[in-house]
C-alpha cells in the first residue's frame, strides 16, 4: 500500500514538473508575456534596492527648492516635484508601496477566496449557498465602490487599504476555486483518493488544489493588476496613501495642480502605472495561453 | 419568458436587503461621532446626547439598520449631517448626470468596441487583429483618472477645445465620456474578439459557409449573434465598473454626478449622503445586470426555453 | 477523348494534396487522391478516422480552413467545369519558391479557376454538404425553417415568405411536421436535426451532395430510417452523391462504386460487387475482417494490427506496409502504382501487377 502510494505520488510529481516545464516553454515563447515579465523583475528590482540607488530622506522628505518643478533632465531623469525632490528616485520608492500593497492585498484575497471556494465546492449544500449568496452581495457592488466604503468607514491608513481591496478580491476568488474544485471535485482520481480513505484535509489540497491552479494564477495576476491601479485610484481621490509617502496615485494627484506648466509631474507617473498593468496584463494573457493551449 | 423575468427579480431583492446590511454595518464601524459631527467641535455632553436620542443613535444597532431599511423602502435615505437636507433629493438632483455620463461612455463604448472586436476576430493574427488587440491592450492599462488628465491636458489646455470642467454645455460631457468609457471600450473589444474567435470555429458557421453566403452575411447573419453572447454579460459587467470609475471621472472634470458627491461626503464624514450614494449605484449597477439578463433572454432561444 | 459525348462526370479530384501547417508540425491529410464519380452514382469514401475523408470534402466546397490548411496540389472538376488547378511551368515555380522562402520548402500550390463570388453561388446550388455531427452543424439562435430559406433565398430570386413556405415543405419532405419550422435547434432530437441538416443541403436540389458521416452520430433505428429517406431524396433529384463514411454496411447499402481512402489516398476503387466479392487490396480485406461474421460467430475477429501512420511524416513507400501482413521491402521504398483489374476496378499495392492481377496477384 505505501509503496504503491510513493510510487503515484511521485509519478504525479514527474508529471507536473513536466507540465510546468511545457507551461514554462510556451509562455517563453510569448514574447509579449516575456516583456511583461522582464519589466515586472526589473520593477521590483528597483523597488526591493531602491535604498542603494537613492536616499529616501532626500527624495521624500527634505525640500529644496532652488530646484524646483525642473522639467526632465540628465540630472533629474522624471525632473523635479515642486519642492525640488527627484521625481524618479520618488516613482521608485513610490513602486515600493504600490507593488507591496498589490501583492499583499491581493495574497490575502487569494488565501481567504480561495479557503472559502474549495470548502464551498467540496461539501455543496447549505455551506455553498451561504458563501456564495455573501459573495453575491459583495459582487453587487462594483469593486472600487466597495473599497472606497471600507477605507472610509475604517479610515486611511494603508493596513486598511490593504484591508478593503483584499476584501474586494475575495468573492472573486471564492467563485473561481469553487467552480475549479466543482469540475475535479467529482472525477475518478478523487473519488480514489476518497475510497482509499483520503482525509478531506489532504484530499483538498493534495488533489483539488493542484489541478485550479492554472485559473487561479491567471487571475491573481490580473487582480494584482487590477488592485495596483485601484491603488493609485484611492490615493487619487485622497483615501489611500497621503503625502509625504510617494505612492504613485498620490505622485500623479500632486502633480495634477501643476498640469498646466509642468505637466511631466502627472505624466510620467501615469506612464509608470499603466506600464505595471500592461506588463501585468501582458504576463497574465501569456499566463492563460501557455495554461491551457486550447484557446488559441 | 415571464416566469424567467420573475425569478430575476425575485432573486434580486435579497441581494439589494443584502447590501444595504453589509454598507449600513461598514459604515458603522466608522470612528467618530454623528451627533458630534453635525453638532460641531464646541457642542456640550448634554446637546449631542439630546441629538442622538433624537436620531435614534442611543438605539441597538439592528433597530437602526431595520428603521433606515424602513425608510429607504419609502423612499427616504434620512437627512445629510452636512445640509440637514433630504438625502434623497439632494441624490436624485445629481442622479441625472451620472446617468447622462455613464451613458454616453457606455454608447461610445459599445460602438467602438464592436467593430474593432469583430474585425480582429475575422483578420485573426493579421496586423489589424495586432494592432487594434495592442489598442485595447494599453486601453485596459490606462487608469481612468490619469487618461481624464491627458485628455484636459491635450484637448482643453493645448486645444482648447473642450472646457476642463463642469457641465454646461454638450461639449463638457465629451471628455468626461471618453476617459470613462474608454477602459471599457478595450476590455468589451476583448471579450468580443476572444467570443467571436471561438465562434467562428463553430461547425454552424461553416454550415453556413457551405449553403453559399459570403463572408459577411456568415460574420453578422451567424457569427454575430452567437458571439454576442458573453459580451452581452461583460457589457452589464462594465456598466458596473463605470459606475465604480465615474467617481474618479467626476472628481477630475468637476462633474455634478452622485460619484464626486460621494467623495464630498466621505470627505465631509457625511454618513447617510455615502450610504444614500454607495446604494443607489448598487440598485442601479443590479438593475443594469438585470436588463443584460434579460437580453440574454432575448437573444438566446435557449434561455427562453428553459424558464418557459 | 472518348468522354466527349458523354455527360461529364459529377466531380473529379485529380492528384489532390492538402496539408495542414501548424507552428511546430505539418499534416500531410491528403496525398494526391483521385477520385470520380459519374452522374447519379454514388461513391462511397471508405476509410478509417483521420484518412482525410473530410478534409476531402471540404475541399472540394473550398472551405478548408486556411491558415492552416493549404491545397498544395490538385484539380477539381465539378460536372466538367474546373474548380481548382495545379499550378504549372512558370507560375508554378514563381509561387512555390514565394512560400518556400521560409519554412515551406517542396511547396507548390493549386488555385481556384472561379471566383470567390462564383465558388459562393456554387456551394448550395451545385454541391452541399452534410457535416458528421448535427448537434453542432445547426445554428443555435436561428430557427431552422430560417435556417433552411437562408440557403433557397441566396440562390433563387424569392421573397422571404416564399422561402419560409419552401422551406416548411422541405421539412415535411425530411420528415418533419411543418409547424416546428419555427423552433430552434435545441428543441430537436438528434435525428431530426440531422433531418434539418439534409434539408438544408437538398433545398436547392444540388448536382452534387458530399454527405460526411451522415448518420454516425445518430442512433441505430434512425440510423436506417435516415439513410433510407436520403435515398430516396437523392433518386428523386437525381443528384450524385459522395458518401464518406467508415461504415462497410451504409456503402452496401447505398453505394454504386466504393474508393477506400487510406492516409489520404485511393488504395482501391471499383463498384460495389468489384470491391466487396474481389476484394484486392490488404487494407480492404483487412476492412472486411474486422467486420463480425453473422453465419459463424465462433470465428475470431481480425483487426488490422497497429495504428493509422503519423500524419506528420510523409511515407517514401506505401503507407499501410507498417501494418501489412505481405509487405516487402519494396513497399517501404516506392510507392505502389495502380495496377487495373477491369476498367473500373483499380488498386495500388505492389501485390499486384498486369500480369497477376486477374489470378489474384501475389497473395
Avoid at chain 1, 128 to 148: E, K, Q, S, Y
Avoid at chain 2, 82 to 110: K, N, Q
Avoid at chain 3, 221 to 246: C, G, P, R, Y
Wanted: charged share 20%; with cysteine; aromatic share 8%.
Amino acid at each position: 500500500m505505501t509503496m504503491n502510494q510513493s510510487v503515484t505520488s511521485s509519478e504525479n510529481a514527474g508529471k507536473r514538473k513536466g507540465q510546468f516545464s511545457d507551461v514554462w516553454k510556451r509562455l517563453s515563447e510569448n514574447r509579449a508575456a516575456m516583456a511583461g515579465l522582464f519589466f515586472l523583475i526589473f520593477l521590483i528590482f528597483m523597488a526591493v534596492f531602491a535604498d542603494v540607488f537613492f536616499d529616501y530622506q532626500k527624495a521624500c522628505v527634505d525640500l529644496n527648492i532652488a530646484e524646483r518643478l525642473q522639467w526632465p533632465s540628465r540630472a533629474h531623469w522624471f525632473g523635479t516635484d515642486e519642492f525640488g525632490r527627484d521625481m524618479f528616485a520618488r516613482v521608485v520608492f513610490g513602486s515600493r508601496i504600490s507593488l507591496s500593497i498589490g501583492f499583499i492585498a491581493v495574497a490575502f484575497g487569494l488565501l481567504i477566496g480561495g479557503i472559502l471556494g474549495a470548502l464551498s465546492g467540496y461539501f455543496g449544500g447549505a455551506l455553498d449557498n451561504i458563501i456564495m449568496r455573501i459573495c453575491d452581495i459583495f459582487l453587487a457592488v462594483p469593486m472600487m465602490l466597495m473599497a472606497i466604503v471600507i477605507v472610509a468607514a475604517l479610515g486611511t491608513s494603508i493596513v486598511n487599504l490593504v484591508i478593503a481591496l483584499a476584501i474586494a478580491c475575495v468573492p472573486i476568488f471564492a467563485r473561481i476555486v469553487r467552480s475549479a474544485v466543482l469540475s475535479v471535485r467529482d472525477s475518478e482520481y478523487v473519488e480514489a483518493a476518497r475510497a482509499v480513505g483520503g482525509r478531506t484535509g489532504h484530499i483538498i489540497f493534495r488533489y483539488i488544489l493542484p489541478n485550479c491552479i492554472g485559473p487561479i494564477i491567471v487571475q491573481t495576476t490580473l487582480r494584482i493588476a487590477a488592485t495596483i491601479s485601484n491603488i493609485a485610484a484611492l490615493s487619487f481621490i485622497g483615501l489611500g496613501v497621503s503625502a509625504p509617502t510617494p505612492e504613485w496615485g498620490a505622485l500623479l494627484a500632486g502633480g495634477r495642480s501643476f498640469i498646466r506648466d509642468s505637466s511631466y509631474l502627472a505624466t510620467i507617473p501615469g506612464i509608470v502605472i499603466m506600464l505595471t498593468i500592461l506588463a501585468l496584463n501582458l504576463l497574465g494573457d501569456g499566463l492563460r495561453d501557455a495554461l491551457d493551449p486550447r484557446l488559441r | 419568458m415571464a416566469r424567467y423575468i420573475i425569478k430575476r427579480i425575485l432573486y434580486l431583492i435579497p441581494v439589494l436587503i443584502g447590501v444595504t446590511l453589509l454598507v449600513f454595518f461598514i459604515m458603522h464601524l466608522a470612528p467618530g461621532n454623528a451627533a458630534q459631527i453635525i453638532l460641531g467641535e464646541n457642542a456640550t455632553p448634554d446637546q449631542i446626547a439630546a441629538l442622538e436620542k433624537e436620531m435614534g443613535l442611543d438605539q441597538p444597532v439592528i433597530v437602526q439598520y431595520l428603521r433606515y431599511l424602513g425608510g429607504l423602502l419609502h423612499g427616504n435615505l434620512g437627512n445629510s449631517y452636512a445640509t440637514g437636507t433630504s438625502v434623497t433629493t439632494e441624490i436624485m438632483a445629481r442622479f441625472p448626470y451620472t446617468v447622462r455620463l455613464t451613458f454616453v461612455a457606455a454608447v461610445f463604448s459599445i460602438i467602438l468596441a464592436l467593430p474593432l472586436g469583430i474585425i480582429a476576430a475575422v483578420r485573426q493574427n493579421t496586423w489589424v487583429d495586432s494592432a487594434s488587440m495592442v489598442f485595447s491592450l494599453i486601453g485596459v492599462s490606462m487608469p481612468i483618472f490619469w487618461l481624464a488628465l491627458m485628455l484636459i491636458l491635450v484637448f482643453s489646455l493645448k486645444l482648447g477645445w473642450f472646457p476642463v470642467y463642469g457641465a454646461d454645455s454638450w461639449k463638457s460631457i465629451i471628455l468626461p465620456a471618453v476617459s470613462l468609457g474608454f477602459m471599457n471600450m478595450a476590455s468589451i473589444a476583448r471579450t468580443t474578439r476572444s467570443s467571436m474567435v471561438e465562434t467562428i470555429r463553430q461547425d454552424y458557421i461553416r454550415t453556413a459557409y457551405s449553403k453559399g453566403l459570403n463572408e459577411r452575411e456568415v460574420i453578422m447573419k451567424h457569427a454575430f449573434p452567437n458571439g454576442m453572447l458573453p459580451t452581452i454579460t461583460v457589457i452589464g459587467l462594465e456598466i458596473g465598473q463605470m459606475l465604480g470609475g465615474s467617481v474618479l471621472t467626476e472628481t477630475v472634470f468637476a462633474w455634478p454626478g452622485v460619484g464626486r458627491l460621494l467623495i464630498q461626503s466621505i470627505n465631509g464624514r457625511d454618513t447617510p449622503t455615502v450610504m444614500g450614494c454607495i446604494i443607489l449605484m448598487t440598485i442601479s449597477f443590479a438593475l443594469v445586470n438585470l436588463i443584460v439578463d434579460l437580453l440574454y433572454g432575448v437573444f438566446d432561444p435557449r434561455v427562453r426555453t428553459m424558464y418557459r | 477523348m472518348e468522354n466527349i459525348d458523354r455527360t461529364p462526370p459529377a466531380l473529379e479530384i485529380e492528384d489532390l494534396f492538402v496539408e495542414f501547417r501548424g507552428r511546430n508540425s505539418t499534416v500531410y491529410a491528403v496525398n494526391g487522391l483521385n477520385l470520380k464519380i459519374e452522374k447519379g452514382q454514388t461513391l462511397g469514401l471508405v476509410g478509417e478516422t483521420g484518412a482525410g475523408k473530410t478534409t476531402t470534402g471540404l475541399a472540394v466546397l473550398g472551405l478548408i480552413a486556411s491558415p492552416p490548411g493549404v491545397v498544395t496540389q490538385g484539380n477539381i472538376r465539378l460536372g466538367g467545369r474546373d474548380i481548382l488547378k495545379s499550378l504549372e511551368g512558370e507560375e508554378r515555380e514563381r509561387l512555390g519558391t514565394l512560400w518556400g522562402k521560409k519554412k515551406y520548402r517542396h511547396v507548390y500550390g493549386s488555385r481556384f479557376c472561379v471566383s470567390e463570388g462564383e465558388l459562393q453561388k456554387m456551394r448550395g446550388e451545385k454541391v452541399s454538404m452534410i457535416f458528421q455531427d448535427p448537434m453542432t452543424s445547426l445554428n443555435p439562435v436561428i430557427t431552422v425553417e430560417k435556417q433552411i430559406a437562408e440557403v433557397i433565398e441566396k440562390h433563387s430570386k424569392i421573397s422571404h415568405a416564399d422561402a419560409i413556405g419552401k422551406a416548411r415543405d422541405m421539412l415535411e419532405t425530411v420528415g418533419i411536421p411543418r409547424n416546428r419550422g419555427s423552433e430552434y435547434p435545441h428543441q430537436f432530437s438528434g435525428g431530426m436535426k440531422q433531418r434539418v441538416v439534409i434539408a438544408i443541403a437538398l433545398a436547392c436540389s444540388p448536382d452534387l451532395l458530399i454527405a460526411d458521416e451522415p448518420t454516425t452520430a445518430l442512433d441505430v433505428t434512425i440510423q436506417a430510417q435516415v439513410l433510407d429517406m436520403m435515398k430516396k431524396l437523392k433518386e428523386k433529384n437525381h443528384t450524385s452523391m459522395l458518401m464518406i463514411t467508415h461504415d462497410l454496411g451504409i456503402v452496401a447499402e447505398i453505394c454504386d462504386c466504393v474508393s477506400v481512402i487510406y492516409a489520404g489516398r485511393i488504395v482501391e476503387h471499383g463498384t460495389l460487387e468489384d470491391v466487396f466479392d474481389h476484394t484486392l487490396h490488404p487494407y480492404t480485406k483487412g476492412l472486411f475482417d474486422s467486420l463480425p461474421d453473422l453465419e459463424n460467430r465462433d470465428t475470431r475477429l481480425k483487426p488490422i494490427r497497429g495504428l493509422m501512420p503519423d500524419p506528420s511524416i510523409r511515407y517514401e513507400g506505401c503507407p499501410f506496409a507498417d501494418r501489412c501482413d505481405y509487405a516487402s521491402d519494396i513497399c517501404r521504398k516506392e510507392p505502389p502504382r495502380e495496377v487495373h483489374r477491369t476498367d473500373e476496378h483499380v488498386v495500388a499495392c505492389h501485390l499486384y501487377n498486369e500480369d497477376n492481377i486477374a489470378e489474384g496477384g501475389a497473395l
